[in-house]
Structure formats: C-alpha cells, structure tokens
C-alpha cells in the first residue's frame, strides 16, 4: 500500500513538510516561503535580508538587538549625554592628550 504525503523535509518553524515548488533553502533547512519570517517581529524575510542564529531566522534589527542588545543603548547614552551642557567629554578640548605645548 502506497503512503501519501509526509515523504519530504519538514519546515524548521511549522513542523510540516515541504515540497519542492514551495522551498526556501536556508540555515542548513528547508523553509516554506511564507514561514520564511523574522522570529522576533514576524516580518517577511529574503534571502539577501536575514540572519541566522541558532537555527532560527532574523531580520537584521531583531539579530542586531538579539546579539548586541546593549548596542543601541550605548548610542542612544552617547546622543543623550554628547546633546547635554558639559555633557560630551572632550579629549582633545585639555590636559596631556594634544602632546604638544607651544
């Protein structure tokens, strides 16, 4: 008795399986094109637009913010306290860091 169905590669995010007119090859898997999506946000991915982390697919902000979170706190720190009087440490603006004294 044949068996129907279930013979291919199964989707890493769905569990079901894919077929060759609906794969997407990614991350070492076989993806369907509408599961192909950001795990964080959920938005559609390319395959010139994602990233991979642990078998799990990302755009590039969400991996960013997965990786780095204390990144874009860093800059937004940075902006914050550059923006405020007396705020940006200057380097060059004192002390021994030109080297040269006239």
């Known amino acids: 008795m044949p068996q129907w169905g279930g ?3 199964k989707c890493p995010r ?3 399986t894919v077929y060759p007119a609906e794969q997407l090859l990614a ?3 076989t993806w369907h094109k509408g599961c192909f999506k950001c795990k964080t946000c959920n938005s559609t991915l390319t395959l010139a637009s994602y990233k ?3 078998q799990d697919v990302y755009c590039k902000s969400c991996y960013q913010d ?3 979170p204390h990144e874009r706190n860093r800059k937004q720190l940075e ?3 550059s923006k405020q009087p007396g705020g940006g440490a200057n380097p060059s603006s004192g002390g021994d860091a030109g080297g040269e004294e006239a």
Do not use: I, R
Request: glycine share 12%.
């Open 27 to 29: 991350c070492s898997s």
């Open 7 to 9: 013979g291919g590669e």
């Open 66 to 68: 997965k990786l780095h």
């Open 14 to 16: 769905c569990q079901k």
């Open 79 to 81: 902006n914050k306290f």
């Open 52 to 54: 991979d982390f642990s």
